[in-house]
Structures are given as structure tokens and as C-alpha cells.
């Protein structure tokens, strides 16, 4: 009798022992994940801010106000392009003549040269571009706060906060092209120009005559290209231009434009 009266007992106190062991577990892990997941948060605001800053000039608080309420409180696959229309305004892109470079799958190439070099732009050297460059974000229905680690892969949806912001913001930085408009594009693939790209999609249906003179094409070589500046979908391109636009395509080395970057020597623009 006694003996089962202390069994039960035994059983009891492991029962409760177990569970708060499990309540403990749980409560350290809500803990942690709390903290990361403030902190990851807490990171892309300290990461836009930071980068904001280093351009003179601007509210970057106002900024990232328009910037969060284009995505917050929407569902994560659920953000048109336009939902950025009050960012671009509080941020505007100034007209930049013969200075705007575009680029479609060149983007190491291209970054390179115009870091060195100081003379075009790209959309990743321009406020917008260059804070929220290489970052990724989202919102959530019913939420107004912004994530980071549960947000949509570029594939995976079409308006997604992410892509609808690139395809705005190009679509903007098309708007600011004005003279003489410079494009790289990658003389390695079969298909240097495509028009289901975001410069061929979006970019270049911004430019218009007489505001934009001309388009150079620097069609970037390597050992193995595979093409050159006679190819078919380069000729859509020229064709497809607002009627007014002239058009030229070089075909330069990838060796050469890392040589000519660096030297100070060679004026914008003569590297092709
Ligand atoms: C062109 O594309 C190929 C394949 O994606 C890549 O390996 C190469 O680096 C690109 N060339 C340039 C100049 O960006
Ligand atoms: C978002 O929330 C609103 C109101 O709570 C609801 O009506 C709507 O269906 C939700 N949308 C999605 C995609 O969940
Ligand atoms: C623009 O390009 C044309 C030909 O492509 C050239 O003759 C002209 O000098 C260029 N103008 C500027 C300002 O770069
Ligand atoms: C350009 O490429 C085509 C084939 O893609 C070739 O027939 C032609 O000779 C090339 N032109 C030059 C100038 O290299
Ligand atoms: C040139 O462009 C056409 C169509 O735009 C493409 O199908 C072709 O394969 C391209 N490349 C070469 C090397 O001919």
C-alpha cells in the first residue's frame, strides 16, 4: 500500500519535472529567437541608415518611411511596382546626361569600371540603388514590421517587395537617362540583349528622342565570347529604339576596360 502510494508519487514528481523542462526549453528558445529575429531587423534599418548617410543632403528618416510603407502590412507576394511611387518621390533621380550606364549580366564587369573610374553611373551607384543593394525584405499582412530571413525568392514570386522595388527603381533610373545612354552587355552568352530582361523590359522603353541622342553598346569580350556586335538580338535592340535614338555597338575586351578603368591618364569615355 505504502509502497505504491510512494511509486505514484515518483511518477508524479518526474511528470512535473518533465514538464518544466519542456516549459524552460521553450522559453529559452522563444528568448533567442526573439533576439535574433529583433536583431536581423534591427540590422537592415541600421544597414539602410548607414548607407543612406553617406549621402549628404538627404532625410534618410523620411526616407526609410516611404520606403517601409510601400511593403508593411501587405502580403509578402502582394507588392505592385507602383507601391514605391511615394519613395521615388521623396528620393527623386536627377536627369543625369551622358553619364548613365545600364548594365544586364555584366553586373562584376561593370561595377568595377564605373568604381574606378568615377565617370557613369549606375542604378547601384544612385541612393536608392546603392542602400538597397545585395538586401533582401518584406512585409506581412496584418504586420507592420519589416523581415528578412521569410521573404520571397526573386523566382518565386512577380511582386514580390523586393523585385517590384528594382523594377521601379529601373524604371525611374530609365526616366533619368538623357544624351548619350551607355549599356554593357556580356559578348559570353548566346543572347547578349534580351527584351525579358530588366533592360530590355523596362529600362530601355524609358528612353526617348529627343531627350536621349544616343545608345552605346559596349558588348564586353572575353577569350570565349560567342558573340559580337553583329548578332541578331543586338539588332532588335537597335530596331526596338524610339525612332530619333542613334545607336553604336563596340566590342571590347574585358582586359581592356579593367586597364583603361585604371588609368587616370584616359578621360570618360574613351575606353571604347
Ligand atoms: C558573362 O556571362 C558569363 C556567364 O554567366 C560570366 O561567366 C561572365 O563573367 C560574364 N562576363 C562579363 C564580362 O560579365
Ligand atoms: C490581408 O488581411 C486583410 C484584412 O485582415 C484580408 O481581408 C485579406 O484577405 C488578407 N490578404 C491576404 C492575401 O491574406
Ligand atoms: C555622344 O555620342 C556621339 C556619337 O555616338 C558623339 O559624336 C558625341 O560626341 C557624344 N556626345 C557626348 C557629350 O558624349
Ligand atoms: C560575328 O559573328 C558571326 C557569327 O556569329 C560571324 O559570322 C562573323 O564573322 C563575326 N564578325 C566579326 C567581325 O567577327
Ligand atoms: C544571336 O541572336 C539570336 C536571336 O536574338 C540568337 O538566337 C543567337 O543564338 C545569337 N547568338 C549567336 C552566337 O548567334
Not at 553619364?99 to 573610374?117: A, C, L, N, P, Y
Not at 511582386?159 to 533619368?176: L, Q, T
Request: net charge positive; glycine share 6%; aromatic share 10%.
Amino acid at each position: 500500500m505504502e509502497r505504491r502510494e510512494a511509486n505514484r508519487q515518483e511518477k508524479r514528481r518526474k511528470r512535473y519535472c518533465l514538464i518544466l523542462a519542456v516549459i524552460l526549453l521553450v522559453v529559452i528558445l522563444a528568448i533567442v529567437l526573439g533576439v535574433t529575429l529583433s536583431k536581423t531587423r534591427d540590422d537592415f534599418n541600421t544597414i539602410f541608415m548607414e548607407r543612406c548617410q553617406k549621402f549628404k543632403g538627404y532625410n534618410c528618416q523620411k526616407i526609410w518611411d516611404a520606403f517601409q510603407q510601400a511593403y508593411v502590412n501587405r502580403d509578402r507576394c502582394d507588392v505592385p511596382p507602383e507601391a514605391y511611387d511615394p519613395l521615388i518621390a521623396t528620393a527623386p533621380f536627377e536627369s543625369l546626361c551622358n553619364r548613365i550606364m545600364f548594365w544586364s549580366k555584366t553586373k562584376e564587369v561593370v561595377h568595377d569600371f564605373t568604381g574606378k573610374k568615377g565617370c557613369f553611373k549606375t542604378v547601384e551607384d544612385t541612393l536608392l540603388g546603392s542602400v538597397l543593394n545585395g538586401l533582401k525584405w518584406c512585409g506581412k499582412n496584418g504586420s507592420s514590421e519589416t523581415f528578412t530571413t521569410v521573404c520571397p525568392t526573386w523566382e518565386e514570386c512577380e511582386k514580390s517587395a523586393v523585385r517590384s522595388f528594382w523594377n521601379r527603381v529601373s524604371a525611374a533610373f530609365g526616366d533619368a537617362a538623357c544624351g548619350n545612354v551607355t549599356v554593357m552587355l556580356n559578348g559570353s552568352i548566346d543572347t547578349p540583349f534580351s527584351p525579358a530582361s530588366i533592360f530590355g523590359s523596362i529600362e530601355v522603353k524609358k528612353f526617348k528622342s529627343p531627350k536621349v541622342k544616343n545608345l552605346n553598346v559596349v558588348l564586353v569580350t572575353q577569350k570565349n565570347s560567342v558573340t559580337n556586335c553583329t548578332n541578331e538580338s543586338l539588332q532588335n535592340l537597335m530596331m526596338g529604339l524610339d525612332k530619333g535614338i542613334g545607336y553604336r555597338c563596340f566590342e571590347v575586351p574585358d582586359s581592356h576596360l579593367k586597364e583603361c578603368g585604371s588609368d587616370p591618364e584616359k578621360p570618360c569615355g574613351v575606353c571604347w
